[in-house]
């Protein structure tokens, strides 16, 4: 078992440098891939109750 717990380590290892060494030495890169993980996050749920509070109690008209 212990085994296992050292190669799940060591895999979350090599993401972490890889993911390290991407922001040290490729920033530009770094901050285009943060941007599209941004813009690829969709719906949130908190997104989701506001706009059901909104239809059941506010009855706010969207601003365009």
Do not use: C, M
């Amino acid at each position: 078992i212990h085994t296992t717990y050292l190669q799940i380590f060591r895999l979350i290892l090599k993401s972490y440098e890889k993911v390290y060494h991407l922001y040290v030495d490729h920033k530009d890169e770094w901050i285009k891939k943060a941007i599209v993980n941004t813009a690829k996050s969709g719906y949130f749920s908190s997104d989701r109750t506001i706009e059901q509070y909104n239809e059941k109690i506010w009855n706010l008209k969207p601003v365009k």
